[in-house]
């Protein structure tokens, strides 16, 4: 979501600031800003709806200049996409805010500073951070003793900037909830809510914690905690890859992303399974001893990721003997719920910052989990830096809002930690080499189902006259079939939902006509006659089907069913093999559609918000 770049520099940084938001697009947003301070001490603003390249255009024509400043994307919560709720807000001509998050309490800090005179110009919680930062400068010795007063009034999740005109060779920013990370240059030093902004400029890299209050100037930063003590927080020179920038030969960055998949699992697995033997080490240091101890795994997550999740249960339960629970980060947090012994928490998150997740996590460790280990993209992550273990997915940058590449490299990685666990709970030696073997061969199986897209495109155009589809699957292809409906719905705006197969005729069966597409995921596997009743089921009734099935699973293409034959694959890896056909369906509807595939509508790639 939102997006956060902030610079005190000696050069003139617009077009720094610029280009950083440029590089967070991919988090969604609705508009976007940027605040200058001149060397006259002015401040200086511009805002847009819409994309940046808008905001880039207008600075073409009318430039800002000067060494400090601030920008923003804004994801709208309190207030429609309009220019007037853009950021940066400004409070009495001199303190530029921007934020991210949310401020719960933001109608009585209004109230209050309403009947103080201020005056409200936008429908933002925002504004009310600009205005209390003014008013508690009133009495307070420095910027950033303001702004350490106005966090303690502020309830909710907070990552915000600001800057004071009279004072131009500094920004103070403040953390609750929502990222942001400190970057380190000559003479010069940043801030954003991510790292991607900030790689043109360095690779050195600082995160600040939970309720930390930071003073950047061009030569020094000064971190307080929460309890307002100066700490120091480690920069460190981060090894991340600037391949986000440039879709190459692809139409979009999902369809680039989904081509990357076999590369970025063999990324995944690289150095980790060597002949059969998994490195334990991979999940952290102390993981072979937790992994020793653990009964019961809960899983939490969001989204995608919360369908990986789902796909983990069963290789848990089934291959490694351990119990385990699944469960949406966003219910978790807000129910009791009973803690079994020797349990581990279990997060999943491309972004390592999803809001839900996070607090799932802390909630968990004040609840008595044994252990916690977070399967992830980002390295330095609040998900990563809070949890005992990580296992970092190496799936590289992935700037499409629709998972792809992410959520098939979290399924490796929860193969693999169900091969970990598994080895300490009497999974025999044989299973483990079956897994060892089956993820090997992964990346080639998934260049051979890359090669079914001209098939699948011709599918497609079935559905260019559809607003409804229904998904169907059985087992440990049931998560699959519910994160096929999630890509349709996310990026064509086709209503989709999914069904575990052998529940139809408790209900979705009186969906079924000529206009609703029902798509089945069929591999071969213990389950597959089940799966052929269910879909006689759907065409006793009129229904047309769209079946990705395997080639040994005697599908045959007929008037009321289309079938694409998919790569025989060993059933331990078909729910990551059969994602693969449910993307690219996704993508070419899309594309008839005419939808903005890798920005959908009203969504955001890193859900920083409850």
Known sequence: MCGI?????????????????????????????VAIIDNDKQLKRARRLGKVQELADALSHQPLCGGTGIAHTRWATHGAPSEINAHPHISSDNIAVVHNGIIENHKELREKLQSLGYVFVSETDTEVIAHLVHLELKTADSLVNAVQKTAAQLDGAYGTVVMDSTDKDRIVVARSGSPLVIGYGLGENFIASDMMALLPVTRKFSFLEEGDVAEITRHEVKVFDIDGNPVEREAKEREVAQDSGDKGEYRHYMLKETYEQPTAIRNTLEGRLIGNELDINTFGDGADEIFKEIEHVQIIACGT??????????????LAGVSCN????SEFRYRKSHVPKNAMIVTISQSGETADTLAALRLAKELGYRASLTICNVTGSSLVRESDLAFMTKAGAEIGVASTKAFTTQLVGLLMMTLAIGQHHGMSENVQNDIAKSLMTLPNKLDEVLALASSIEDLAEDFADKHHALFLGRGDQYPIAMEGALKLKEISYIHAEAYAAGELKHGPLALIDAEMPVIVVAPQNDLIEKLKSNVEEVRARG????????????????ETMKVINVPHCDELIAPIVYTLPLQLLSYYVAIIKGTDVDQPRNLAKSVTVE
């Open 5 to 33: 770049v902030g610079a005190v520099a000696q050069r003139d940084v617009a077009d720094i600031l610029v280009e950083g938001l440029k590089r967070l697009e991919y988090r969604g947003y609705d508009s976007a800003g």
């Open 326 to 329: 699944i469960e949406i980060a």
């Open 305 to 318: 990721s919360y369908h990986s999740g789902m796909v983990a249960r069963y290789w848990l339960e089934s």
């Open 543 to 558: 229904g047309l089907m769209y079946v990705f099935a395997d080639n040994n699973a005697k599908f045959e293409s007929d």
